[in-house]
């Protein structure tokens, strides 16, 4: 890791006991190929006892995977069961979900990482998924019917001045 970024004995580090985020063994083994071939993004976040508040997941895949025995870390001044440090747990998971892809520049990044016969694996991403989804594959070959009986169970008002019936 080239930042000065501490090193922590990983014998010294506990998982946090109310981490809500689940960690499925491909994801594990994704995030251990990402670490060893390009290092690490961000280093673990830790509580003033020694507990995970963030980066479970890979702490994971560098001890279970990889056989690290010392992981980066910053550490935090408040204990693991403080709400700053279930807040941060929970909101570390939860904020990146509210992001979204802008697949045309993703596609265009991809294709100039291939072009470097770069391993796109290290992404997370599949092949398939870094291609910008095109009409053909978002519109349906047929469109519904509709059915003209549906009118019927809409309820309408009836204008007392004109007579016009219009929906509810």
């Not at 440090?85 to 991809?110: F, G, H």
């Not at 989804?133 to 469109?143: A, C, G, L, S």
Request: aromatic share 8%.
């Amino acid at each position: 890791m080239d930042d000065k970024s501490p090193w922590i004995e990983v014998s010294k580090l506990k998982l946090h006991p109310n981490n809500p985020n689940e960690h499925p063994s491909e994801q594990l083994d994704k995030i251990a190929k990402n670490i060893k071939e390009l290092g690490w993004g961000r280093p673990i976040l830790i509580s003033k006892d020694f507990y995970i508040i963030a980066g479970h997941g890979a702490f994971i895949a560098a001890t279970e995977k990889l056989g690290m025995d010392k992981v980066p870390f910053r550490q935090r001044e408040y204990l693991h069961d403080s709400s700053e440090a279930i807040a941060l747990m929970i909101a570390d998971n939860k904020l990146s979900e509210e992001s979204y892809w802008n697949y045309p520049k993703l596609e265009e990044l991809s294709i100039d990482l291939e072009m470097q016969e770069f391993d796109l694996s290290l992404t997370g991403f599949e092949i398939d998924e870094l291609v910008s989804p095109k009409v053909d594959d978002i519109v349906p070959d047929e469109e519904p019917e509709f059915d003209e009986d549906i009118a019927k169970s809409v309820e309408t008002i009836k204008c007392p001045e004109c007579g016009y019936e219009f929906p509810k």
